[in-house]
């Protein structure tokens, strides 16, 4: 029998989700300058690439967020 696994609080899911941003932003970023598109004029950024740093900031700062949260809870005793 299995046994029962407590539930994930916010902060966790949400430093989960965050790292999944990352690594969706890191994949993005790699193919957009590997790949590039072939449409976009000279001196400006792929879209890929751009997305890919858009994802990257938001995860980081999702993960910031959790991180406090998780860290503040320990610092209380509450986790």
Do not use: C, Y
């Not at 994949?27 to 890929?48: C, F």
């Not at 751009?50 to 991180?67: D, E, H, P, T």
């Amino acid at each position: 029998m299995a046994t029962p696994r407590q539930p994930m609080t916010v902060a966790r899911r949400l430093l989960r989700n965050s790292m999944i941003l990352l690594v969706i932003g890191v994949v993005a970023t790699l193919h957009g300058l590997i790949v590039s598109s072939p449409d976009t004029p000279a001196g400006e950024m792929a879209p890929q690439l751009l997305l890919g740093i858009w994802f990257i900031f938001m995860g980081a700062v999702m993960g910031l967020i959790s991180w406090l949260v998780i860290r503040n809870k320990k610092k209380k005793g509450l986790l």
